[in-house]
């Protein structure tokens, strides 16, 4: 039964990534503009020779993107993220499942038989899950990244020029090689301690309710709830390497010209990047959207528990809907 329930938790996980992130995308770009955005120069005044840094707010730069692509420039990158949010849960959920299926069978045997994962036991099994998802799901996330920061581009006729997440994977790859669909994937193996976080409150909150009100008493409303608090707790531990991440993910080479930049201002370490950011737009550059992706990510976690626990029982059923079909193809 058990690898039954790890395909219908990737499943279920799958599709409710992929519907909380259709949900909540507009969040999503606004966070990853006030992310990516850097300080400008502007003058206090009109006749004052002294100038100022701003950066603009999530909400001037979703103003921008109105302006300049209109409404659905909200939803640009959304093909890749969808992409990426469905790969990236489908993996993380096999694979979580997988290791606290491992724990569970052991715990079986010992004094914590039917008391779900301890806390180490959850921290494990998220880090595992998370590793692998990062490095896997990274190629999809820079696309996406790629896509919802880019100005809008136009053909010989005038024409706006849309390119699909296959298009843009490709084109990093002619223009940066391929080792930049692996940017900022340090910092996201660190940012597997987010949905430790994350995941090991879920899992304890979860053990609470069910060991006080039984299986049944946990309902995908509970897990909205439960979900959004994890992911206000991990998001703001984390926030300073979700900003730098993004930050990597829109590295580009610079290649002759007046504007080319040296090499090594273009590929910084995680340690050089943050040093630049604080020593160019002080500690706020590391925290740069911070309330709007707080709403964001609160939002999409909530959804995505919520949606998960919804289509968990299809899931299940699918898969041994399948799972027959092939072993009758199997005999025949």
Known sequence: MSDVEELAHAIAGAGGGALSMVVTYPL???????????????????????????????????????????????????????????LTNFIYYYFYELTSNVFLRANALTTRKGKGLSTLQSI??????????????????????????????????????????????????????????????????????????????FEQVKNLVVSRNGKNSFTSGKAFFIGAFGKLIATSLTYPYITLKARMHIKKKQVGGEQAKPVEDVKLSMVQEIKKILREEGVEGLYGGLSVKLLQSISTAAFLFYFKEELLTGSIKLVEILRLLRMKKTKN
């Open 124 to 201: 494990v099994t998220g880090a595992i899950a998370g590793a692998i998802t990062c490095v896997a799901s990274n190629p999809f996330w820079v696309a996406n990244t790629r896509t919802m920061t880019a100005k809008k581009e136009t053909d010989k006729d005038g024409k706006n020029r849309s390119t699909s997440t296959f298009g843009t994977l490709l084109s990093i790859i002619e223009t940066d090689g391929v080792g930049t669909l692996f940017a900022g994937v340090f910092p996201a193996l660190v940012l597997v301690v987010n949905p430790i976080i994350q995941y090991t409150i």
């Open 28 to 86: 999503v770009t606004l966070s990853t503009l006030a992310q990516t955005s850097k300080k400008s120069k502007q003058k206090h005044e009109e006749n004052d020779p002294h100038t100022i840094t701003v950066k603009p707010s999530a909400i001037e730069a979703g103003r921008q993107i109105i302006a300049e692509k209109g409404v659905l420039g909200l939803y640009a990158g959304l093909e890749s993220a969808l992409y990426g949010i469905t």
